[in-house]
């Protein structure tokens, strides 16, 4: 199943819009929704071509972003993406702060740079999580999911901790050292996935 294109674009500008809000960078081959499309470039075989963006819901998994191809633009800092995918799982369809996640890395900063360094999770130790959410791609995603939560999920926060917890993540900044503990934190008590 895929969503479809009015909802991708509801949550892409939602997204962007949090993103702006939070001081969290957004890529400049981006243009917005309905802008110019530096995107699907190599797909379309043009510029400005239409847009690749797909949103598939899949029966079972972990959460994904993926390009088909990333690329430089000229006069761009950032690369465009091409066909680029999200998959989510079905279990996960109402948390919309999932999509919000997996968004946030289609909308964000890339280069070969940035690229470059990027650990995957490879189990949930509180090392190997650690180590994954300090990364600037996650850091960024996480940051704006956990905002994303404190504004629309209110209902994924344990009461008894909601209170500290919106106040914790209303204190903090994107550069916050403690950061991977809020998200550590934020996984233990089930808020996040």
Request: glycine share 6%.
């Amino acid at each position: 199943m895929t969503i479809s294109a009015e909802e991708t674009q509801k949550l892409v500008e939602q997204t962007e819009k949090m993103m702006h809000e939070l001081n969290v960078p957004v890529r400049d081959t981006w243009k917005g929704y309905s802008g110019e499309n530096l995107d699907d470039g190599m797909t379309n075989g043009i510029w400005y071509g239409p847009r690749l963006l797909n949103i598939q819901i899949v029966a079972d998994g972990t959460p994904a972003a993926q390009a088909g191809w990333v690329y430089e633009v000229d006069g761009h800092q950032s690369r465009a993406h091409d066909k680029f995918t999200i998959h989510i799982a079905k279990k996960d369809l109402e948390n919309k702060h999932v999509f919000v996640h997996e968004l946030v890395h289609f909308l964000q900063r890339t280069n070969e740079e940035l690229g470059e360094t990027y650990v995957p999770l490879k189990s949930h130790t509180y090392e190997d999580y650690e180590k994954y959410v300090d990364q600037r791609s996650e850091r960024e995603a996480h940051f704006v999911q956990l905002h994303y939560i404190i504004s629309n999920e209110l209902q994924l926060i344990p009461e008894e901790i909601k209170a500290s917890f919106i106040s914790m993540i209303k204190g903090t900044s994107l550069f916050d050292p403690n950061f991977p503990e809020i998200c550590i934190s934020a996984k233990e008590n089930g808020i996040l996935i």
